[in-house]
């Protein structure tokens, strides 16, 4: 299968996820530390694809995987503090302009890609498209940048850790570079526990598991449902790195966003207090506008 649909494939499994991590944090889990603690914890179930492939690593690689895996953790909680404070179908877009172009230097620089003049054209129609689909113009309130540094330093956070995940699919299987890249993510967690206020509301979640267990029951059954979902978009979104460019594959983020614009409509006639979002006419015909220039955008980067 080609790439670039295994990619859409795994944005709209990931759009999802996104939807179900907003009411995650506004309601059942609502520290960040604690969802992305409980996160890197199920990371240490990619041990079931071991009888496909899994090895010792060289030192180099090993290196790579547990460093990009530690700073896949601490991308993801810098996003949930974001969407804490934002709505999510502005905070998604946000991180994802941010991973593009970080991780389109990094591809450049470090990793030797090439990209043709008609590639270029294509995540810049992407890259449009997932501004205007993000944020209403005129802009009028302040309001939309809440969370803006926690989703920069997560846009950088996830473009290095995508990237030095390419280099270790590169030089090893795909199963065991994910399994070892998946340990790392194990090892951030374990790593915000040296952190004092992180470990004491870590700490403070699992003494309060007892407290109300048919309602925490129903939030473990929806974490690790939503978890369940993000470990598919993982697997498939790995794979498509693997298989072919990191920038494009991020740039298709884009679709990501319509995916989450959908979403987040439909959850709002359900839980106006989470996902409502008030757009009149103008703002919907921006949108309908932006979901063209990505589909122009996905057109460009297939040929």
Known sequence: MNYIVIAIIAYFILALSF?????????RIPKPSVYAFYVALLSFVSLVLAPFGFYLQSFDLFVSSIVSGMLFIYAILFFYRSVKVNEISRV????????????????IIFLGDVFTQID???????????????FDLPIK????FNGFYNSLISGVLFAVAYSIFKYV??????????????????AGGLS??????FREEIVSSLKGFRKNKKKNLSTA?????NKALGGGYSILMSYAVYLGNVAIVNALSSVQFVFVLILASVASLKFPELFGEKLFFWDWTQKIGAILLIGIGIVLVSI
Request: proline letters at 3%; a neutral charge; hydrophobic letters at 60%.
């Open 141 to 144: 309130s302040l309001k939309i």
């Open 192 to 197: 915000l526990l040296t952190i004092p206020a």
């Open 221 to 225: 059954v929806i974490f690790i449902g």
């Open 120 to 134: 270029l054209w294509g995540m810049f129609f992407l890259l449009i498209g997932g501004f205007l689909i993000s």
């Open 169 to 186: 699919y590169n030089n090893d299987i795909f199963v065991n570079g994910f399994i070892w890249t998946r340990m790392g993510l194990f």
């Open 92 to 107: 998604a877009p946000l991180i994802g302009l941010v991973l593009v172009i970080t991780t389109s230097f990094i591809s």
């Open 19 to 27: 939807v179900l991590d907003k009411f995650l944090l506004s309601d």
